[in-house]
């Protein structure tokens, strides 16, 4: 009785593993024939929306981890605190708050110099 439902599970996996390397087609080659020449097409990078989109992400992502360092330094800060280690407390406030300068720095870098490319890339497409 139980070799049928695995069997059945080992079947439906079977024909879902075989179905996507059947549909595939042949129009995503990197490679076209041209007179009996081969022509190799360079892959395209992101476009400039994409960069200035990927850019104003890091820059919600760095804040995002910094708000939440800051937050995490805080709450530890008042545990210590109300457990009477006033020491304690401030080194783990500053910890959160030396961590979350951190990442918002980095992520506003990183995602100003994506913005940067973005906008590069952009006004020469104009030119």
Known sequence: MKAKPVFLMLAAFSIFAI??????SN???????????????????????????????DVGKGAAKGVGNAA??????AADLVTLHPINAAAAAGKGG????????VGTTKGSAKIVKGIGKGI????
């Not at 129009?27 to 104003?56: E, L, M």
């Not at 995490?72 to 800060?77: H, I, L, T, Y």
């Open 98 to 105: 030396a961590t979350a300068g951190k990442d918002l720095a």
């Open 72 to 77: 995490k330094g805080a709450g530890e800060g």
């Open 27 to 57: 129009s995503d080659q990197t490679t076209t024939t041209t007179d009996q020449k081969t022509v190799r097409t360079k892959n395209k990078g992101r476009g400039a929306g994409g960069d200035i989109g990927s850019g104003a992400g």
């Open 19 to 24: 179905l996507p390397a059947s549909a595939q």
């Open 124 to 127: 020469k497409h104009i030119f």
